[in-house]
């Protein structure tokens, strides 16, 4: 009795195991390719780890930043080649939006902070009230407030919501800040003028955020940000944790989910 004419198994295997291994790569290949160019021309994900943008922003907020809205400098890609000056496609930002931008101590750096000033405003703050082009700025239902910042200090002081004039005809652009004093030189500053080409910055934790307001040779002095140091405008905080506890014990993993804050716009 004559056997059915089969292949043997083991001649077919070793083809088999190539392809597999060509789809895995190619499907990898894929991925890496689809990731790259989310990240380069569309949204980057940050992690906040400063108090400086409470209320807005929390210690532990994971935002989503979309590189588009600017256009693009050579910040925009990965390792920020020097391959050109500049924006691309480039678009002036508005008064009051969150931005991630460059340090302009140490470009290696990523900041986040709110657009106050563009080109030819004047910003001062005066006994802890901040004036835009000679008018002070809003700021309405003052609240006691209370948070903790990347050291765990706490911070007990007033919050209200300013009003930032918009610009290009946008809208006023209403978000929280957080006082702590009226005391100290961030809160008695020059008449800033804005050069073209730049922007002034601050954070909405006025009295412990390094911005725009120190203009000095210092480490931390921030200065007058370039238009060319933007990366992108904050939209969404998508993920957020306190995470007072070590990484290992999983049980505090849900308490310490900020669920509240997921997928929360940023105004």
């Known amino acids: 009795m004559s056997r059915p004419d089969h292949s043997p198994v083991t001649e077919d295997a070793p083809a088999s195991a190539t392809q597999t291994v060509l789809e895995y790569l190619r499907t990898l290949v894929s991925v890496v390719v689809v990731v790259l160019v989310v990240r380069t021309f569309l949204f980057e994900s940050f992690v906040i780890p400063s108090g400086s943008m409470i209320p807005t922003l929390q210690v532990g ?43 302009t101590k140490d470009t ?24 835009l082009n000679g008018q002070m700025v809003p700021c309405t239902e003052p609240h006691p407030y209370v948070a ?12 209200c919501t300013e009003q930032v004039p918009g610009s290009a005809g946008a809208a006023t652009v209403s978000h929280g800040i957080l006082k702590l004093t009226d005391d100290g030189p961030q809160n008695g500053t020059p008449d800033y ?11 909405d934790n006025r009295d412990d955020s390094a911005d725009s307001r120190f203009m000095g040779d210092g480490p931390k002095d921030l200065g007058f940000v370039p238009m060319e140091n933007l990366v992108g405008k904050a939209q969404r905080v998508f993920f957020s944790v306190t995470a007072e506890h070590p990484l290992w014990q999983v049980w505090y993993w849900p308490a310490e989910i900020r669920w509240n804050r997921l997928m929360r716009g940023i105004q």
């Open 61 to 103: 907020d994971y935002i989503w930043v979309s590189k588009y809205t600017y256009g693009y400098s050579r910040f925009s890609l990965p390792f920020s080649p020097d391959l050109f000056a500049g924006r691309i496609w480039g678009a002036e930002p508005h008064r009051g939006d969150v931005v991630v931008f460059r340090f």
């Open 108 to 131: 290696s750096v990523d900041y986040v902070k709110r657009i106050i000033g563009l080109p030819g405003d004047h910003v001062q703050v005066t006994d802890g009230h901040l004036y």
């Open 148 to 159: 903790r910042d990347e050291t765990g200090t706490a911070l007990e002081g007033e919050a």
């Open 193 to 203: 003028v804005v050069p073209p080409g730049y922007f002034f910055a601050m954070g």
